[in-house]
């Protein structure tokens, strides 16, 4: 195990910022963090970092521990290195010093450097200072920097949060390419899900101090534990209901569980995309009928605003995606059926 997490608290005075959090991370690996503000991400990382002292728990790194509520191992002595959301470079030294700067310890420092500089793609501006450089810029120059003292941990803080879309998505992808190029293991801390999908073997979802959830992106879409992680990926028709002889009711019909006892009370979550839309000519009976709203286009799929009517003949109003250019006019007759790889019923 790269990293090795037991049992960590920590508090601001009155606010559990972290709460008995627990997780290991394996040689080689990318573990994203996704949650809602607040939730003790950055903490985390200035724990693991070294730049917070533990309160209670134990940090290992290496199989080694590093932390726990004696000692501190200092951050420099942690062979991990971090880029934060500001990048935090030094603004009286080039592109070339700062990268140089932390190479400065290294044997191979010179070999080292030139490697880095390829890596991060900042040959151009590497005389520049970093006020005079853009956003993206930057941002190479700290991964760049980040990278340059070999560590064999990397924390990505939300680096990538003040790109615009396509300058992000380049990033991200140089990113990935780089920690799979150097032998290293990351954790990064995104609020954007499909970012995190995109970037790491494991996704650990933390809500009020804990991870809640940690898995693979496969996982965590499919098999989500809450229904703040299966609303992660975007957002997402909620009904609340009561199980009833292996059933729950909802505007989309009765859904079937063998998971709870009879009057549980639950919350539907069902993704857009699970409701499949068919046109009908005239309309047709409830349940599983419902008249649009509105459609939007969205480039490679639409969202089809609906009105469903439940069993108690209340109006819900329902929202659809499907790929393609799928545009149903307003008031046309829809009949639905649910992929139910995308319908998820919790505990209320
Ligand atoms: P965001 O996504 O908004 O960056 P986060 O998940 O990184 O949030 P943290 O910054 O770790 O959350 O904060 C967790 C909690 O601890 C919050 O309630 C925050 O207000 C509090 N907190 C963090 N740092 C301090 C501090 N230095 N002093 C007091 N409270 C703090």
Not at 45 to 63: H, K, P, T
Request: charged share 20%.
């Amino acid at each position: 195990m790269i990293l090795d997490i037991k049992d960590l608290h920590h508090s601001f005075g009155e606010v559990n910022a972290i709460n008995k959090l627990s997780f290991s991370l394996e040689q080689n690996s990318i573990v994203s963090i996704l949650g809602p503000s607040g939730c003790g991400k950055t903490t985390l990382i200035r724990l693991i970092a070294g730049l917070e002292e533990v309160q209670r728990g134990e940090i290992f790194f290496e199989d080694k521990i590093v932390a726990n509520v004696k000692f501190n191992t200092p951050p420099e002595e942690r062979s991990i290195s971090y880029v934060f959301q500001d990048f935090a470079l030094f603004p009286h030294m080039t592109v070339r010093e700062n990268i140089s700067f932390a190479a400065s310890t290294k044997k191979n420092k010179k070999q080292l450097i030139d490697q880095v500089i390829q890596l991060s793609k900042v040959e151009t501006f590497l005389d520049k200072y970093p006020h005079t450089l853009s956003g993206g810029e930057q941002q190479r120059v700290a991964l760049a920097r980040s990278i340059a003292v070999q560590p064999k941990l990397l924390l990505l803080d939300e680096p990538f949060s003040d790109l615009d879309t396509n300058l992000k998505r380049e990033i991200i992808d140089d990113t990935l390419h780089l920690i799979n190029s150097l032998d290293s293991s990351a954790i990064v801390v995104t609020h954007n899900a499909e970012e995190a999908m995109f970037l790491s073997d494991l996704i650990a979802v933390m809500e009020k101090g804990r991870i809640v959830q940690i898995g693979k992106p496969h996982d965590i879409y499919f098999k989500p534990s809450n229904v703040y992680v299966a609303s992660l990926f975007g957002e997402v028709n909620i009904f609340e209901s009561i199980i009833i002889n292996k059933k729950c009711d909802t505007p989309l019909g009765l859904l079937e569980t063998n998971n709870f006892r009879d009057n549980q009370k639950v919350n539907v979550v069902v993704r857009p995309e699970a409701i499949k839309l068919n046109v009908e000519k005239s309309p047709v009976a409830t349940p599983n009928s419902g008249v649009v709203v509105d459609s939007k286009f969205l480039g490679n799929n639409a969202i089809v605003h609906l009105t469903v009517i439940d069993s108690d003949n209340n109006k819900h109003h329902i929202h659809s995606k499907l790929i393609g250019e799928f545009l149903p006019s307003p008031a046309s007759s829809v009949s639905f059926s649910l992929d139910l790889n995308h319908v998820f019923i919790f505990p209320r």
